[in-house]
């Protein structure tokens, strides 16, 4: 028997056919590598997070080793993607799933475990477990809002509710991974947020956005979230060959990484040691706030007094501990500073 496609759903797949992206993920029904590339890509691009995608696979092939794995060892791992919750999250539902025995299968206990949401839930259940489960992100509400003209705010009760409910009657019950991937790829690649490809899109002529003249304007939001800005001071501090060290607690988007000592505000401790400035005004962006920090270098003369939380190593350890990126930029720099003058 032959399922009955709508022709948004007929004319995406057949896109997707001849255009979608091959990546490695796409390759398997292995719900681990799947979950795995679904929680890297999550605020990241797939150019940025494929070749950590890789390297975790190869650290830890299998759930198992990576629930068997320290919170350090992942997040060093991490490094650079930003957005650590992710990796302390994929760490306890690894744990979750080796307690349980397997993989869940249905998309209502995948939803159960640690960080998972519904878009995360429903891309796993759909490319592992073939449940029709349309996975809703900013992909599918823009391509979804401009091609039937829906003007109802996706940040809104009703809105989501309406995307989803358009997403179920969408979906074909036998391709549902297939549609899931072809809406994203479709948003990343044809519908994009910002000047897309209309003039080639294979939909436009039954597009509603198209046909008014509202591309650009779709989709609707009902309220835009304030960035704040941040001023941050980063002190390196050597001593010795020797620098200290802080873990960032719990309750912080940083969580369980490793800083310098950091003031925030004009309160500029008083250090014995030549204090050089390294850089001012780095910018470092988040979702809503935007950091601004400055970069000293203090080589003391005398071992500085610390809060408790710090610790001391050799320079050379440095590798060994898992950092946010603005404390990788600092040592980018530190790294590439001509040797002072005795």
């Known amino acids: 028997m032959t399922l009955r496609l709508h022709p948004f759903t007929s004319q995406l797949l057949k896109w997707y056919e001849a255009n979608g992206r091959d990546l490695p993920w796409r390759h398997t029904h292995d719900a681990y590598a799947i979950w795995l590339s679904e929680i890297i890509l999550q605020q990241t691009r797939i150019a940025q997070g494929l070749p950590y995608w890789q390297r975790f696979m190869e650290t830890y092939p299998s759930v198992d080793a990576l629930a068997s794995a320290s919170e350090d060892e992942i997040l060093r791992l991490w490094q650079g993607l930003g957005y650590y919750s992710r990796a302390r999250h994929l760490h306890e539902a690894a744990k979750q799933i080796v307690e349980c025995g397997h993989f869940p299968t249905t998309y209502e206990d995948i939803r159960k475990l640690s960080g998972i949401g ?142 310098p000592f950091i003031v925030e505000g004009a309160d500029f401790p008083k250090f014995k040691g030549r204090l050089q400035l390294l850089a001012k005004d780095v910018r470092h962006l988040l979702t809503h706030r935007i950091l601004l920090a400055d970069f000293f270098l203090l080589d003391a003369t005398t071992r500085p007094h610390l809060p408790g939380d710090f610790i001391w190593i050799n320079e050379s350890q440095l590798d060994n501990y898992a950092k946010p990126q603005l404390f990788c930029r600092l040592l980018s720099i530190l790294n590439n500073q001509p040797e002072a003058a005795p």
């Not at 948003?187 to 591309?215: D, I, R, Y």
């Open 118 to 259: 519904p878009y995360t839930a429903a891309a796993i259940a759909s490319l592992a477990f073939g449940e029709a489960k349309p996975a809703i992100d900013g992909n599918a509400y823009r391509v979804l809002s401009r091609y039937f003209g829906i003007t109802t705010p996706i940040d809104t009760t009703k809105g989501k509710a309406e995307f989803q409910e358009l997403g179920h009657m969408l979906i074909p019950a036998d391709k549902p991974g297939a549609y899931n991937q072809a809406v994203m790829d479709f948003g990343s690649l044809q519908c994009t947020p910002k000047n897309s490809l209309c003039s080639t899109c294979p939909l436009k002529m039954s597009c509603a956005a198209f046909a008014e003249g509202c591309v650009e304007t779709l989709p609707k939001k009902s309220k835009r979230t304030a960035v704040k800005e941040r001023r941050l001071t980063y002190i390196y501090i050597r001593y010795k060959e020797m620098t200290a060290l802080h873990r960032r607690p719990g309750g912080d988007i940083l969580q369980g990484l490793w800083e």
